[in-house]
């Protein structure tokens, strides 16, 4: 268990987003049903063709990680939150999770990858979650942490 200090204002702050965002969270989940889709699987041999396809080309292939953006918020708000919330930094202020700082900052860049590797194995004041969080649970929290480094966390 981590604890961290927050001020009264950064605590007030915290708990008004916290409420927001299960607002929010509850109103999606209850008209859900309407916009889900199922799940369809690619076939391994198609994929295997696009690769081949793409090598072909001469395109780079990259692999993806792929996380669940919204499994990893959940991830995220239980696990990170008290300490990131908003994607600020409470113990190291300039080391947010801001697009600028994760590119400054993280080890490898900002990218899943890098995101995965600081997560599972912690630095300084963080700690690693690689025995608490499954691998998928920390590709999903890189994931949304990506994500929302683009989008910006004032839009979250």
């Given at each position: ?18 409420k927001m965002k299960y607002t929010i969270i ?10 889900t889709a199922p799940k369809v699987e690619v ?114």
């Amino acid at each position: 268990l981590v604890l961290c200090t927050l001020t009264t204002s950064q605590y007030h702050q915290h708990q008004q987003l916290s409420k927001m965002k299960y607002t929010i969270i509850a109103a999606l989940i209850a008209s859900a049903s309407a916009f889900t889709a199922p799940k369809v699987e690619v076939p391994s041999a198609v994929k295997a063709a696009i690769a081949g396809a793409a090598v072909t080309a001469g395109v780079a292939v990259s692999p993806a990680f792929a996380g669940d953006v919204g499994a990893g918020e959940q991830v995220f708000n239980a696990n990170c939150a008290a300490c990131h919330a908003g994607g600020q930094n409470v113990i190291m202020p300039e080391k947010t999770l801001e697009k600028e700082a994760l590119e400054s900052y993280l080890a490898g860049g900002r990218n899943e990858k890098a995101v995965m590797t600081q997560v599972t194995n912690g630095k300084n004041a963080m700690p690693a979650f690689g025995g608490r969080l499954s691998d998928e649970d920390i590709a999903n929290v890189a994931s949304y942490v990506i994500a929302t480094s683009e989008a910006g966390w004032d839009n979250e």
